[in-house]
């Protein structure tokens, strides 16, 4: 028991210590002005903390290439089919581990109930049916993915087209051993157009983790920028060691007293001519023009943009005001409230629905 007490009150004196030490340092950081941050829960650390990819910059000729990539491989991309649309992303789960998942939302009348929904997801189909009416009847693209048995589905109310509609969110689960992304397609009547015809008919490769990789890997970092008052570079390769005349390599680059400017003399031949002359060095004169063509790409991609939301906008008049016969009111559930009771007062509401037959109970 000396032993056990000795314990204890070595665990009550570290307990005292921590607590002071924190009480201090809160204390001087707001005597030095400094922001106090509250604790962060765990579940929200893992999620600030999850991997979400880092923002690379590589060299110029190989801006193109990496912007189309991450265009590819945005999981903000909304694949909208009119009927119902899809992304990809992370969910939580419900002991907090960020998943790999793929958000399908279907719309709902709204009229709709969770109880009149019925849901038939297996590894190759998905059937969904509200009221008897078939809303989704589908073939997935891909039947090695999927985790059929803990993806699942729930009701909820979001703007749509700047209305306030409920909608089916399904939360599709992939599964932890499978290394494909699914950022392309969904279901296998995405990939065909009116007439029938596949559209990726040339599309021989898939997202993967390989593919990624291998991306990421063949980036280059760009040279380190250089200041104004920068000068060095090599400028060997870049000074044209070479007699215009003969092609010779034996020249020598000078300025004579009878010269107004340095000339190129070949030890080979009487031809001279004169010597390239830049202002600045080869490597501002390269970065100079790196940032002339990135400024002009910028230019064009901002015009661009701007085209894009002049034609949304001329869409979005000639359509006139959205349909809002389907439409949920703000209070759509102000009725429904927590209420907090007893474990008496709990077992009476669930006997009285029990015997109501709200409740049913049902053998797996």
């Known amino acids: 028991s000396s032993h056990f007490g000795f314990r204890s009150h070595q665990r009550w004196l570290r307990h005292v210590c921590a607590s002071v030490s924190a009480l201090l340092g809160s204390m001087a950081s707001r005597a030095a002005g400094g922001k106090i941050e509250p604790p962060v829960p765990p579940v929200m650390k893992r999620s600030m903390l999850a991997p979400h990819g880092p923002t690379l910059r590589p060299q110029y000729d190989q801006e193109d290439e990496w912007q189309e990539f991450c265009e590819r491989t945005d999981t903000s991309k909304v694949h909208d089919f009119g009927r119902y649309w899809w992304t990809y992303g992370r969910d939580e789960d419900d002991d907090g581990f960020l998943r790999e998942a793929v958000f399908l939302e279907v719309p709902l009348r709204k009229d709709a109930e969770a109880k009149n929904i019925r849901a038939n997801l297996t590894t190759k189909h998905l059937t969904i049916t509200v009221n008897g009416d078939t809303l989704i009847d589908e073939d997935f693209e891909d039947t090695k993915w999927l985790n059929s048995g803990e993806s699942y589905w729930e009701i909820e109310v979001k703007e749509v087209k700047k209305v306030r509609?409920?909608?089916?969110?399904?939360?599709?689960?992939?599964?932890?051993?499978?290394?494909k992304y699914i950022t392309?397609?969904?279901?296998?009547?995405?990939?065909?157009?009116?007439?029938?015809?596949?559209?990726?008919?040339?599309?021989?490769?898939?997202?993967?983790?390989?593919?990624?990789?291998?991306?990421?890997?063949?980036?280059?970092?760009?040279?380190?920028y250089r200041d104004a008052d920068i000068w060095f570079s090599e400028t060997e390769e870049e000074e044209e060691r070479w007699c215009d005349g003969c092609g010779s390599t034996r020249v020598v680059v000078m300025k004579k007293h009878t010269d107004s400017k340095y000339m190129k003399y070949c030890n080979d031949c009487p031809f001279v001519s004169p010597a390239k002359d830049?202002?600045?060095?080869?490597?501002?004169?390269?970065q100079k023009d790196i940032d002339e063509k990135r400024a002009r790409k910028q230019r064009l991609r901002a015009r661009k943009e701007e085209a894009k939301k002049r034609m949304e906008a001329e869409k979005e008049k000639a359509a006139g005001e959205p349909d809002r016969t389907e439409e949920v009111p703000e209070d759509h559930n102000k009725s429904e409230k927590t209420r907090m009771y007893t474990d008496e007062e709990f077992c009476d509401v669930l006997t009285k629905a029990l015997r109501r037959g709200e409740i049913k109970w049902e053998d797996y």
Request: hydrophobic share 30%; glycine share 4%.
């Open 184 to 224: 392309q397609w969904l279901f296998l009547s995405e990939k065909t157009e009116d007439d029938g015809r596949f559209i990726d008919q040339n599309e021989d490769e898939e997202d993967n983790i390989d593919d990624r990789l291998r991306m990421i890997a063949k980036m280059k970092e760009p040279e380190p």
């Open 165 to 179: 509609r409920k909608v089916l969110k399904y939360t599709l689960y992939i599964l932890m051993e499978c290394p």
């Open 278 to 286: 830049n202002s600045l060095p080869t490597g501002l004169m390269k």
